[in-house]
Every structure is written in C-alpha cells, then in structure tokens.
T-cell receptor
Framework: GQQLNQSPQSMFIQEGEDVSMNCTSS?????WLWYKQDPGEGPVLLIA?????ELTSNGRLTAQFGITRKDSFLNISASIPSDVGIYFC????????????FGKGITLSVRP | DTAVSQTPKYLVTQMGNDKSIKCEQN?????MYWYKQDSKKFLKIMFS???????INETVPNRFSPKSPDKAHLNLHINSLELGDSAVYFC???????????????FGAGTRLSVL
C-alpha cells in the first residue's frame, strides 16, 4: 500500500526559530495535506495542496507540493510555544478509489 | 458549535465487554470516517461511509461494526473488547461534492478507549 515517510519522529526547537518538515512517498500523490494535532484533540487541517509545484501559505506556515509529486514540505517561521503539537502529512494517491494516507507524524516541541 | 462531535471522550472498560462510540457531524457532509490512533500516534483509517453506504473497509476485525443511521451520524460498535483495542478513535467527515472535498477531513476530538 501507499506509505508516507516523515522523519524525525520528534523535533525540538527554540522559540523564534524556523523549522522545516518533509514528507516523502515512493509513489505519486495527487493531493498533499498538512494537519496539526494538539494534545487531547483531533487533527486540524493547516494547508491543502492540489497541484505539483504549488506553494501555499497560511500565516507563518508555508507548504509546497513537490514537482515530482512524491514529496511535500511544511515550513513554520518564527515559532511560538503554541506551535507545539504533532504535524501529520497526508496524501491521496492516483486512482478513483484511492484513500487518504497519513504519515506517522512529527512531534514538535518549542522551548521558550 | 462543534462540527464533529464524538461521545464519550473517555471510555474505560473490561476485556470482553461490548461498547459503542457515537459520532455526529453538523457540517452537512456526505462522507464520514473512523480512524484509529495507536500509542505511537499513527493514524489509520478503519471505515468510511458515503451517504450511509460503506465505501472503505480496511482490514479491521469483524468485532468492529460501524453503523450509519443517516449521513450525519456514524457510530462504531465494538464487540468482545481486547487489550489491543486500547487506542484513540477519531471520527471525521468530508464533503466530496466540493473540489478537493474528499481530502479536507474534519476530525472530532477523539474517544480514548482503555481496555483493562
């Protein structure tokens, strides 16, 4: 089946720093999404990408759909303590019956 | 107003019991999902219903039975609970009628199931 790779499992940064997260796949995806999960809550959509090469921003967050359609990255600039959480990439592959697949997530910690 | 609501938020029960988790969405979406998140935070889809019809059924033990009385509700019944069923279960919904709608899923806050 389709798999999405996110690593490392955890990241630790200082408040104010920028951070970049990558998500890769061995197969082509038609859609890439980035979700954030706060402790005790469900995942919330941050950014959705539908076209290869697309670069989209949402406040301090910027995400790109890789040209090869096999990867995506998420950048967070000027991190703040509330950026703490688990960041999941998700993607939908090619095919009418393709379902949304989630990566294993990256837990981000922000030191004040 | 909560868009996707699940009840209960916490569920602690003994092995062998039968339990149900309820999910309701007030977004007018046609499609609803159940996901399981294990202790390593890995999110895996279990089921998906579109307009009350099952469209995705991953390899899930048949002790798990989803029921969709209408398109705003998708409940999950679990028979003969086992220790390995302990996890957080998330309900989600999406609106495939919109461009990209299949993909933008709205999640509930989760039900934390502990089987003792």
């Amino acid at each position: 089946g389709q798999q999405l790779n996110q690593s490392p499992q955890s990241m630790f940064i200082q408040e104010g720093e920028d951070v970049s997260m990558n998500c890769t796949s061995s197969s082509i995806f038609n859609t890439w999404l980035w979700y954030k999960q706060d402790p005790g809550e469900g995942p919330v959509l941050l950014i959705a990408l539908y076209k290869a090469g697309e670069l989209t921003s949402n406040g301090r967050l910027t995400a790109q759909f890789g040209i090869t359609r096999k990867d995506s990255f998420l950048n967070i600039s000027a991190s703040i303590p509330s950026d703490v959480g688990i960041y999941f990439c998700a993607g939908r592959g090619v095919g009418a019956n393709s379902k949304l697949t989630f990566g294993k997530g990256i837990t981000l910690s922000v030191r004040p | 107003d909560t868009a996707v609501s699940q009840t209960p938020k916490y569920l602690v029960t003994q092995m062998g019991n039968d339990k149900s988790i309820k999910c309701e969405q007030n977004l007018g979406h046609d499609t609803m999902y159940w996901y399981k998140q294990d202790s390593k935070k890995f999110l895996k889809i279990m089921f998906s219903y579109n307009n009350k019809e099952l469209i995705i059924n991953e390899t899930v033990p048949n002790r798990f039975s989803p029921k969709s009385p209408d398109k705003a509700h998708l409940n999950l019944h679990i028979n003969s609970l086992e220790l390995g069923d302990s996890a957080v279960y998330f309900c989600a919904s999406s609106n495939p009628g919109l461009a990209g709608g299949w993909d933008i899923q709205y999640f509930g806050a989760g039900t934390r199931l502990s089987v003792l």
